[in-house]
C-alpha cells in the first residue's frame, strides 16, 4: 500500500516540479501561493526571485533555450499574470517549452471585486499552447503532468498552470506514488521524429546538384539540438550559411560562412 502524503496543494506542486527535475524556476510570488514557496525551499528547488514577472518569463525562455530542458516561472494573480503576456507570446512563437504557474482567486471569494483580480485566463489563453486550471486539489500531480507533456510536445510551447488559492492552500492525503514523471517530458523536444528516407534522399540529391546551395536555419535547429551537426555539414561542403532570429548561433557568427 503506497504511503500517504499529508500536504497542501503548493507542495504537491513543488513535488511535482521535483519529479519533472526541473532547475533553475524565476517568479515573484503572491499570497494565493505561498505553500508552493514554502515547499520549494524546504525541497531545496532553485526558485530564483526577481523584481518583475516580466523578466521572470524571459529568463525562463532563456534558460529553456540554453539547457534543453522546460522553463518554469511563477507569478501571482491579477497583473501578476498579465504581465506574463509578452515573454508568453515570444515563446508561443519562437516554439519554447515553459510552464507558467499562476495563483489564482480564492474560488469562495472570487468576483466580489478582490485585490488584483482579473479575468487572466481570457488574456493569457491567445498566448499559450494551453491553459490547465486547476479546480480538484487531488488532480494536481495529473495536471502538472500534462502541462509538462502539452509543452515539451509536438510543436514545443507555453502552458499555463491556473491554482486557485483554496487549492494551493488546501490539504490533502496524496499518494506517495503519485509524485512521477515520464523522463520523456523533461526535456524539449519530447519526443524525436525523422523524415522518411525518401525525403533525405531527395534533399541530398538538389544539394549535390546545386550550384551555389545556401542552407537557411531556424529555431529548429536549437530545439533539435543541432547546431553542431550544422557547422559540421556547412564546413564539410562549404556552404554558406543564413539564419532566422530564432535560429541565431546556428553557426558561429563569426565564423567565415
Request: glycine share 8%; charged share 20%.
Amino acid at each position: 500500500m503506497s504511503e500517504k502524503l499529508e500536504i497542501t496543494g503548493g507542495e504537491a506542486i513543488a513535488r511535482m516540479f521535483a519529479a519533472h527535475d526541473v532547475g533553475l524556476m524565476f517568479g515573484m510570488g503572491g499570497f494565493q501561493l505561498l505553500p508552493f514557496y514554502d515547499a520549494a525551499r524546504r525541497l531545496k528547488l532553485n526558485h530564483n526571485l526577481i523584481n518583475d514577472e516580466r523578466c521572470a518569463v524571459f529568463a525562463a525562455d532563456a534558460y529553456t533555450k540554453v539547457s534543453g530542458r522546460p522553463g518554469v516561472c511563477d507569478a501571482t494573480l491579477g497583473p501578476g499574470a498579465t504581465n506574463l503576456v509578452t515573454g508568453l507570446a515570444e515563446a508561443f512563437n519562437a516554439g519554447t517549452a515553459l510552464v507558467a504557474l499562476v495563483g489564482d482567486a480564492h474560488r469562495m471569494h472570487a468576483w466580489k471585486n478582490m485585490t488584483q483580480e482579473a479575468r487572466q485566463l481570457e488574456v493569457l489563453r491567445p498566448v499559450v499552447k494551453d491553459v490547465l486550471r486547476v479546480e480538484m486539489v487531488d488532480r494536481i500531480p495529473e495536471l502538472v503532468r500534462r502541462a509538462f507533456a502539452v509543452a515539451t510536445s509536438g510543436r514545443p510551447g507555453p502552458v499555463v498552470l491556473d491554482v486557485p488559492e483554496d487549492i494551493a492552500h488546501a490539504v490533502h492525503a496524496f499518494d506517495a506514488d503519485d509524485f512521477y514523471s515520464s523522463p520523456n517530458y523533461r526535456r524539449s523536444p519530447a519526443l524525436r521524429c525523422r523524415p522518411s528516407a525518401e525525403d533525405v534522399a531527395q534533399a541530398a540529391s538538389m544539394l549535390a546538384g546545386a550550384a551555389r546551395p545556401l542552407m537557411l536555419c531556424g529555431g529548429g535547429v536549437h530545439i533539435s539540438d543541432a547546431a553542431e551537426t550544422v557547422q559540421a555539414f556547412a564546413c564539410k561542403f562549404g556552404i554558406p550559411v543564413a539564419h532566422t532570429m530564432s535560429g541565431k548561433g546556428a553557426i558561429a557568427c563569426n565564423d567565415p560562412l
